[in-house]
Structures are given as C-alpha cells and as structure tokens.
C-alpha cells in the first residue's frame, strides 16, 4: 500500500513537470503569436527589420505586464513518517537495534515564515489579457528545520536494551537551518478584466529548491561532530486563487493564496555521534549515525500586495 502511495505521489510530480514544460512552450508560443501580430506581410531578414521587431516585442511586454509586492507568509502544513535511525553502532545499537529502526510518535517538519514577496505576470497574447504567466518572486526563504511530538521532550534513547539509562537529553524542536529558493510558474484565468473586483484561478508547478542547509541543535553537536542535513528537491504541484481590485487604471490591490503540494520530500541528518553523560565517560560518545525522515509536503503561500500595470 505504502509502495502504491509513493508511485501515485512520483506520478503527480512528473505531471507537475509536464506543466513546467507546458507553460514554458505556451510562453514560446504566445511570444511567437506576439511578434507574429507585429510582423508586416512585407517583412524581410535585414538586420534594421530584426531590430525593429525586437524593439516591438519589449513594447509588448512593456505594455501587457505588470507587478506587485507586499507581504508573503508560508505556512507549513505537511506531515512526516516516523524519524527512522540507520547505521547505529556500538551502544547505540543496542538502543535503537540493529540495521533499521523507526521511532514511535516521532516526525519531522519546517518552520513557518513571513517576508517580503512578490510577483511579476505577463498576459498571453490573443486572450484578451484572459490569461496571464506568473513567477513569485521573494529573497531566499530561511526556514527552521524542525522535529515534532514526543521527539521534542522526551528522549531518543532513554535507556539500552538491557535496562541500562543513558541519560541522553531531549533534542528540544529545532534541529537547524535551511534556506529555500524554490522557482515556480503558474498559468492564471480571469473571467472578467474590466471590472472592479477580478478573481482569478490558477495552476503551475514548483522546485523545491533547498541550499545551505546547517544542523545546529546543542545535543546533536556534543562532540563537534558537524553533522549535515540533506533534503531532496522534487517537484511540486501549485493550485493558486486570488482577487485583484482595481484602484486606478495603472493600480490595483491583490490578495493572492497558493497551495504547494503533490511531492514528497526525504530529510536525512547524517553522522550523528551524541553524548550520554551516565555511559560516555566509560565507554565515550554514542555513534547513532543516520536519522531520516519522509515528509509529505503541503504548504500554502498567502499574499497580499500592491500592483502596477506597466
């Protein structure tokens, strides 16, 4: 069943990136559209003709585009599996077992955020500005790693198999750091563009790009170990819904919500050594090694902005 999961999640991902595709041909396509609506019938390859069709497709832009920024919130919803340990050894081992083991009401998470955002749209030619491209734009989002539920109070590893207790301190909730960047498109419809009030909907996909990720949790950096945090980056699925309101001809106010879903992301901690201040002054550190975790990500981006029409 678990194994089903997974397939139909990396299904819906390669979708997502179908749709990447497909709006960046419906780009090539409107801009193709554009600069055929600009050619003349008399139209020739001298270099003074591309030049001057060049400077009508930045015209076109210029005029079908616009820009809003304001405040951006992420909010994380997602849910984890259980943290697995890998490759414990020594005493460790006989805390966690041998090869494999999962952790009960244990998970894994992020941290929610708020910044500054926004985002930078072009209509598709012959829709009657029906139809627009979109790109979320923000700084790089520095979020917290994080675990959840018993992981964050109580111990790990309170005691060995044979009753012996280690004295190991909870890991508390932050884990470390992460900084996300992750490039998204979406396609949007707005049924009506004259009035006042514009509702849209939209659909696109998203990278969950991750980088400079930093494992600085006290109990985990006992030794100086350094471990390292590591994340995949799938592709995710983007549902979008938003209102524009119309204050001038050239200004407007948007509210704006994005669902991120459809992905499943694998967190991975690695070279894990802690210590356990009733067994290490005899015997050491205690060498966990991995611990690892799969997250179902499910996030919601909520905006509100101020736009100009260019």
């Not at 299904?11 to 595709?21: F, H, N, Q, Y």
């Not at 041998?98 to 708020?114: A, P, Q, V």
């Not at 919500?257 to 499943?264: L, N, R, S």
Request: aromatic fraction near 8%.
């Amino acid at each position: 069943m678990i194994q089903d999961n997974m397939s139909v999640r990396r299904a819906l991902g390669k979708r997502a990136a179908v749709a990447i595709l497909g709006c960046a041909s419906l780009l090539a396509a409107g801009s193709a559209l554009a600069q055929g609506q600009m050619r003349g019938d008399d139209s020739s390859d001298t270099v003074e003709d591309k030049g001057s069709l060049l400077h009508q497709v930045f015209e076109y832009t210029k005029n079908n585009s616009y820009f809003r920024v304001g405040v951006l919130h992420f909010q994380y919803y997602g849910t984890s599996s259980r943290l697995k340990v890998e490759n414990a050894q020594g005493l460790a081992a006989q805390g966690f077992g041998s090869g494999e083991s999962r952790l009960d009401h244990t998970g894994s998470s992020t941290g929610n955020l708020t910044t500054l955002g926004g985002t930078f749209g072009m209509y598709i030619p012959k829709t009657g500005k029906h139809l627009a491209m979109e790109v979320t734009l923000a700084p790089p989002l520095k979020l917290d790693f994080e675990v959840s539920k018993n992981a964050i109070d109580e111990s790990l590893a309170p005691e060995t198999n044979g009753g012996l207790q280690t004295g190991i301190p909870p890991l508390g909730q932050s884990i470390g750091t992460l900084k996300a960047l992750p490039p998204n498109l979406t396609i949007v419809y707005r049924p009506w563009v004259d009035t006042m009030f514009q509702p849209y909907i939209g659909a696109g996909a998203m990278y969950l790009y991750t980088y400079d990720t930093d494992v600085n949790n006290e109990v985990l950096n006992a030794y100086g170990n350094e471990p390292t945090l590591n994340l995949t980056k799938p592709v995710a699925c983007v549902g979008q819904l938003g209102m524009d309101m119309k204050l001038t001809e050239k200004m407007f106010l948007t509210a704006d919500v994005k669902y991120v879903g459809c992905a499943e992301v694998e967190a991975k901690v690695n070279n894990i050594v802690v210590n356990s201040p009733n067994l290490s002054p005899t015997v050491g550190p205690i060498n966990v090694g991995t611990v690892s975790s799969t997250n179902d990500f499910k996030a919601v981006l909520y905006q509100l902005s101020f736009g100009m029409h260019f």
